[in-house]
């Protein structure tokens, strides 16, 4: 078992008199544990389809590194492509795999030859939608189903250009238009001024209807806000060569609309210099709390790539530039986003703005990617630590009801095109432990948008599944799998050994007890058996060596329900039926409780 040292099962029932410490515990305990090598040593617990978790997950282990100071992966046990628990270096390291990887690392420093119990848990749907804060919502957006599809045949819009912003108007007098959606499009090769903005509706943000081309000039980059009834479309203009300005169109309708001309033009001079000089683009409006009329933007100069610059109006028309320096410039020399930064949507959740950008670096690999930054002045920016948000896909936009989800716009290079719905539920990375404790962590993420890929290979402890890859160093003790995420109380429990084998969530735990052989038992009710060295019948090259690890100190009891309480509990009705000395010593204690269940064993442990 874990820490109660309590071995049951294999017609063997141990108790150590003197074992239990009631303090966080430095090691699992008693009994004993396997020592892997660093070279090839491994179990193998074969492939069943319980394995296969995809909404949660929990993996936890003792485990005790002869060595962590190697800057490369020791897996403790890995289930194939689909997630693992290990350390990279000196530090804990997971990873899961659902349509993305998605890893953790933590910030604790591991020592060699020091007992850890490290925990992942993995939860897919923390909640209903990106409510609070969106800094929880760190993982990749997993692609869901396309919602406007590109044109066919001889359509104006055969290829998606930039979308724009959704509109929800649940108070809309025509229930089919609660959802508006406005993008910009084009048939054949892009050259520049023959893209056009197009209008689509919706009842229910998932079936829509195109209207078409509403808007006769070329334009593209359209962002549409409602002002009391009437529709302001701010769009880039495509006809003003060099493409150098913002133009606004009005509507009733967001069919007809009326061309009001330039409203926002280029400008010299600034810091960096001559940073907006060049073409002004990509408007993003809104309307604030306070009746004030926002505008962020892309501004390029001749020597500079986008820089996102931010602009104030009374009547949406008029616009007075905040000072003469962009707000979010690029990331910096070798970054995803170093050399442009152009803003797609944005929305504000309890004073906090979360704006989705998209950018571009100088290096490979090239191409736009949307990233996410929060701000609660509109002037400092924050870019979230695990941009970019998503890869192989251009633009985003949020589009919400009652939760906030988001669309976008996939590549020329995926096909089918169109506007894609993302799912934008407040997904998790993993969530990682050491002796009970989260600590600080740094995550990663990397989107393929491929679906969950079929994983039929082992569930191994001590390497990966292929080959003499990232081979753990040192012992390994009581490692379990469940299809939940525990929570903080329950993995804490599990360290200290209180684990109920019937659990219809737990997967398979192995404690690792047995003296000989070359079988690791499934604890849980699913006899999950692991295979020593890959062969559960005879020594191999790659068998790891079992090891006593002994027991450990333990207080005085007073009653059997004392001693059932520190046993996790699972004795409990057993000791329940009788009370008092059975040895006549003068104490209740172990050897007791070891004569009223059944004698099996009595004194000390091997």
């Keep these: 078992m874990n820490k109660w040292l309590i071995f049951w099962g294999m017609g063997l029932f141990c108790l150590c008199q003197e074992h239990i410490a009631l303090a966080l515990p430095a090691s699992p305990g008693s009994g004993y544990a396997l020592d892997f090598d660093g070279i090839d040593d491994f179990v193998s617990c074969g492939h069943s389809s319980r394995f296969d978790v995809t909404d949660q997950l929990t993996l936890a282990a003792w485990f005790n590194p002869a060595t962590c ?76 189903t396309v919602l406007i599809p590109i044109g066919t045949g001889s359509d104006w819009d055969t290829h998606m250009r930039e979308i724009g912003n959704i509109l929800y108007e649940p108070n809309d007098s025509d229930p089919n238009k609660k959802y508006k959606a406005f993008y910009s499009g084009h048939s054949g090769a892009y050259w520049g001024n023959n893209v056009y903005i197009g209008y689509a509706y919706s009842a229910d943000g998932n079936n829509w209807t195109k209207v078409g081309k509403v808007i006769s000039r070329s334009a593209e980059d359209p962002y549409v806000v409602n002002n009391n009834g009437v529709y302001y479309l701010y769009a880039e203009d495509k006809e003003d060569v060099p493409f150098r300005n913002i133009r606004l169109y009005t509507s009733d309708d967001c069919i007809t609309w009326t061309d009001m001309g330039d409203v926002f033009d280029i400008l010299g001079g600034g810091n ?30 001749p020597m500079t790539g986008g820089m996102i610059g931010l602009a104030y109006s009374t009547d949406g028309i008029n616009w007075t530039r905040d000072g003469n320096a962009p707000v979010l410039t690029g990331a910096g ?3 995803w986003d170093a050399n ?35 701000s609660t002045d509109l002037h400092t920016w924050n870019r979230c630590s695990w941009n970019p948000i998503l890869r192989g896909t251009d633009t985003l936009m949020f589009a919400h009801d009652e939760h906030y989800n988001m669309v976008g716009e996939l590549e020329e290079t995926y096909p089918p095109k169109g506007i894609y719905r993302y799912l934008a539920y407040i997904a998790s990375s993993p969530r990682l432990y050491v002796n009970g ?13 491929a679906p969950n890929r079929p994983d039929k290979k082992d569930f191994i402890i001590g390497k990966s599944p ?7 160093d040192g012992l390994i003790d009581d490692v379990s799998v469940w299809n939940k995420a525990l929570d903080q109380e329950e993995i804490t429990n599990s360290m200290y050994g209180v684990i109920d084998y019937l659990d219809p969530n737990l997967i398979a735990y192995w404690p690792f007890n047995e003296s000989s052989g070359y079988i690791a038992y499934d604890s849980s009710a699913n006899g999950i058996n692991g295979c020593l060295g890959g062969n559960c019948y005879a020594q191999q090259s790659a068998t790891p060596e079992r090891v006593f690890i002994g027991c450990e100190s333990v207080p005085q009891c007073t009653t059997f ?11 409990r009705e057993v000791a329940a ?27 000390e442990c091997p």
Excluded at 115 to 130: A, D, E, Q, V
């Design 466 to 472: 292929t080959g003499a890859t990232y081979c753990y």
């Design 340 to 374: 442009q930064v152009v803003p797609d949507d944005i929305m504000k959740i309890n004073s906090v703005y979360y704006l989705i950008y998209h950018g571009a670096g100088l290096y490979p690999p090239t191409g736009f990617w949307p990233g996410l930054a929060t």
């Design 437 to 449: 404790v989260e600590y600080p962590y740094i995550t990663r993420n990397y989107c393929d948008n």
């Design 561 to 571: 329900e004392d001693l059932a309480e520190m046993a996790g509990n699972w004795l």
């Design 577 to 603: 039926c009788s009370e008092g000395d059975r040895d006549g010593d003068g104490m209740v204690n172990f050897s007791d409780f070891a004569m009223l269940a059944g004698n099996w064993f009595s004194g």
């Design 69 to 144: 100071s190697a800057p490369y992966f020791q897996m403790i046990a890995r289930k194939g492509d689909s997630y693992y628990l290990g350390l990279y270096g000196n530090k804990p390291y997971c990873r899961i795999y659902t349509t993305a990887w998605k890893e953790v690392t933590s910030s604790f420093v591991l020592l060699p030859n020091t007992w850890y119990y490290l925990t992942m848990t993995y939860n897919r749907y923390l909640g209903g939608g990106i409510t609070q804060n969106l800094e929880d919502f760190n993982n990749v957006l997993i692609r869901d």
């Design 272 to 301: 960096p210099p001559e940073w907006q000089a060049k073409d002004v683009s990509s408007p993003l409006v809104w309307i604030d709390d306070n009746d004030v009329w926002y505008l962020m933007y892309e501004g390029r100069g």
């Design 333 to 335: 020399p070798g970054m």
